[in-house]
């Protein structure tokens, strides 16, 4: 993987990451219902957008591995998932974090909440399959079925709170549609902060990336070290 | 200042999470970096072997 790219993009999200931290906590005015715990906000819907567009772009990664069977794609998907996960993580932790002071509850089986956490358990299931099994391109096709049929969860997450009856806000789109995001600055905080967790997101799936690679190639060099030593053996 | 305790909960676990996630891939990529090395110096020490005794039999 190219180090300059890496460097370029990890400044992008260390310069938008500090944006969206002043912006938080500094720029963006208080809510008057909810008061200060509000703020975990800006960072959890960003962390629910990269987790939804990494399962997507598992999904889409397996469809292009079935399709032409290149190991590039598997490795992507794999990156991504992982990636995802992350983010589903601190989806479900922030969320409870957030729903303790408000709703009085660590965890509710909403709706929205319940699907998500079947979400995280799907994409643990992938990673699991990944982790455990040997590497070989049976595993692979396995983990691209996994993958695809995991992520039909992620359009259910996003329309839960419109589908069933739920207690979760619907903030971005309310029901009776619109945003619920009155101040101006609120939008604008959001949108920074979705864009630090965009460019972080990107980073580290180029990073887990460039270490499956480097994987793939310490294999092919394993091989050829053993086709050497035969070679010389024969000699 | 009221609920201030779960705010900075809040921020403090997506900071170490994505700190940590940050330093396993770091370790992983140099791990695999030295592996790699190594692999590389083997291969070229065998073929270079391979050649010095492949070389008198062809003469």
């Known amino acids: 993987m190219n180090k300059r790219l890496n460097l370029s993009l990890g400044a992008l999200t260390a310069v938008l990451m500090v944006a969206a931290i002043y912006m938080v906590f500094v720029y963006v005015p208080t809510e008057a219902d909810q008061g200060i715990v509000q703020r975990i906000f800006y960072f959890h819907v960003p962390c629910a957008w990269v987790a939804f567009a990494a399962f997507g772009l598992v999904a889409i990664c397996g469809i292009f591995y079935l399709w032409l069977g290149s190991e590039i794609w598997d490795d992507l998907g794999y990156a991504a998932a992982e990636s995802g996960m992350v983010f589903c993580t601190l989806v479900l932790i922030t969320g409870s974090i957030w729903a303790k002071p408000i709703w009085g509850t660590w965890w509710t089986w909403d709706s929205r909440l319940t699907t998500t956490l079947i979400l995280w358990l799907l994409y643990g299931g992938y990673l699991m399959l990944r982790a455990m099994a040997e590497d070989t391109p049976q595993v692979a096709r396995f983990a691209a079925v996994v993958g695809i049929v995991a992520a039909a969860d992620v359009p259910v997450v996003v329309v839960s709170v419109r589908l069933w009856r739920t207690i979760h806000p619907a903030v971005l789109v309310t029901r009776q549609g619109g945003h619920g995001l009155e101040d101006p600055r609120m939008v604008a905080t959001l949108l920074i902060a979705m864009a630090a967790f965009t460019a972080l997101f990107v980073w580290l799936l180029t990073l887990r990336f460039a270490t499956l690679r480097m994987r793939l190639r310490i294999a092919t060099l394993a091989r050829d070290l053993n086709l050497a030593h035969a070679a010389a053996g024969d000699l | ?59």
């Not at chain 2, 921020?11 to 992983?28: C, D, E, G, P, Q």
């Not at chain 2, 030295?34 to 270079?48: C, Q």
């Open chain 2, 1 to 59: 200042m009221e609920n201030f305790g779960y705010l900075f909960a809040a921020y403090t676990i997506i900071f170490a999470v994505i700190f940590l996630y940050v330093v396993f891939i770091w370790r992983r990529q140099s791990r695999l970096e030295i592996e790699l090395r190594a692999m590389e110096a083997r291969l070229k020490d065998v073929r270079e072997e391979l050649k010095g005794r492949a070389l008198p039999q062809s003469r």
